[in-house]
């Protein structure tokens, strides 16, 4: 883990500072930092359908609570905190941004196959959601089943804002302003590049995954909330 100092700043997800299923360059910053500043970025995952039953034992984040009531859901399922304005970030630079530090911030993820998705969808016709124990101890994911995932937490939306002119984009499809990349390499320690479209940049990230195979076969990840620390 990277020890956070005094000068890391931190911005929160609350219903002011998350936009929900679409990247914009009209959203106003969240924050503002100078290049080679650290931020430490709170998400949450998740709408009220895909809630744990209260007699889980699961913890239910109040941020994640007030955003479901407080905000208004665009095209898109995703959920991002930000964005963050990078002083002297200009159109045509590229934006380095490096993941620092990963953390799970609840006990509890969730997957959901629905009917005629995934890679073979004609072999699978019903919806299924799971609810997935997360042992932030031993750092295992534990599936209904009983069986054992190692954690290898990553953020499937790591994006700047896109140019301008193309306006509102669903939170679905990548795009050359990066975006839903589901690339479960991009772990802590991990650097991406992002092309920059605005003055400022405008990074944007969320839709955290407690683990993840070599794309989202049956759907989705194990979805849970994450919190990231970036330069």
């Known amino acids: 883990m990277v020890k956070q100092n005094s000068q890391t700043k931190v911005l929160k997800a609350t219903p002011a500072t998350v936009h929900w299923g679409y990247l914009d360059a009209a959203i106003p910053p969240a924050l503002t930092i100078d290049s080679g500043e650290q931020v430490r970025i709170e998400c949450v995952t998740g709408g009220p359908e895909w809630l744990p039953p209260a007699d889980r034992g699961f913890d239910l984040l109040p941020d994640l609570l007030e955003v479901i009531h407080k905000v208004k859901k665009g095209s898109g399922n995703h959920i991002f905190?930000?964005?963050?304005?990078?002083?002297?970030?200009?159109?045509?630079?590229?934006?380095?941004?490096?993941?620092?530090?990963?953390?799970?911030?609840?006990?509890?993820?969730?997957?959901?196959?629905?009917?005629?998705?995934?890679?073979?969808?004609?072999?699978?016709?019903?919806?299924?959601?799971?609810?997935?124990?997360?042992?932030?101890?031993?750092?295992?994911?534990?599936?209904?089943?009983?069986?054992?995932?190692?954690?290898?937490?990553?953020?499937?939306?790591?994006?700047?804002?896109?140019?301008?002119?193309?306006?509102?984009?669903?939170?679905?499809?990548?795009?050359?302003?990066?975006?839903?990349?589901?690339?479960?390499?991009?772990t802590s320690g991990s650097t991406i590049y992002l092309p920059v479209w605005n003055v400022g940049a405008l990074f944007s990230t969320g839709d955290g995954h407690a683990a993840q195979g070599d794309g989202e076969v049956n759907g989705t990840a194990i979805e849970t909330s994450l919190a990231g620390t970036f330069e």
């Open 81 to 186: 905190t930000g964005p963050v304005y990078v002083r002297g970030a200009q159109i045509g630079d590229v934006l380095e941004v490096k993941i620092l530090d990963i953390e799970l911030r609840q006990n509890w993820g969730w997957n959901i196959f629905r009917d005629y998705m995934g890679t073979v969808p004609e072999d699978y016709r019903y919806t299924r959601l799971m609810h997935v124990a997360l042992d932030l101890q031993s750092k295992v994911a534990v599936m209904p089943s009983g069986f054992r995932i190692p954690l290898a937490p990553f953020f499937g939306q790591l994006a700047v804002a896109p140019p301008a002119a193309v306006g509102r984009q669903n939170s679905k499809e990548p795009r050359e302003f990066g975006g839903n990349l589901d690339c479960k390499e991009l």
